[in-house]
């Protein structure tokens, strides 16, 4: 079974820290580009982050970069996104994806894991 498993959400003041993972398995994602969005109540779903093409660059929102890193891990099984000095406007579900680069494969979504940021 093909899974993406989001974890390390949670409630943290302004200015504070957290470190978002996204585990899949199931298959191998060599050929997917992995990508971080969230979505607040009442919003669109909106891209944060991605790690896209065969050499895996980070891309950033203009609204993270500089607070926020996409990272992953060697085997590509894990997707990391470290989340620095984050404002009550961060506050969302954030959601994992794996993107096919080739069509006719298939896309993925994780359950999503909520971030709330408050004082």
């Known amino acids: 079974q093909v899974q993406l498993v989001e974890s390390g959400g949670g409630l943290v003041q302004p200015g504070g820290s957290l470190r978002l993972s996204c585990a899949a398995s199931?298959?191998?994602?060599?050929?997917?580009?992995m990508l971080w969005f969230r979505q607040a109540p009442g919003k669109e779903r909106e891209l944060v982050a991605s790690?896209?093409?065969?050499?895996?660059?980070?891309n950033y929102a203009d609204f993270v970069k500089g607070r926020f890193a996409i990272s992953q891990d060697d085997a590509k099984n894990t997707v990391f996104l470290q989340m620095n000095s984050l404002k009550p406007e961060d506050t969302a579900k954030y959601y994992c994806?794996?993107?096919?680069?080739?069509?006719?494969?298939?896309?993925?979504w994780g359950q999503g894991t909520q971030v709330t940021v408050s004082s």
């Open positions: 994806n794996a993107r096919p680069r080739f069509q006719g494969d298939s896309e993925y």
């Open positions: 199931g298959r191998d994602f060599k050929y997917h580009d």
């Open positions: 790690i896209t093409g065969p050499y895996g660059g980070p």
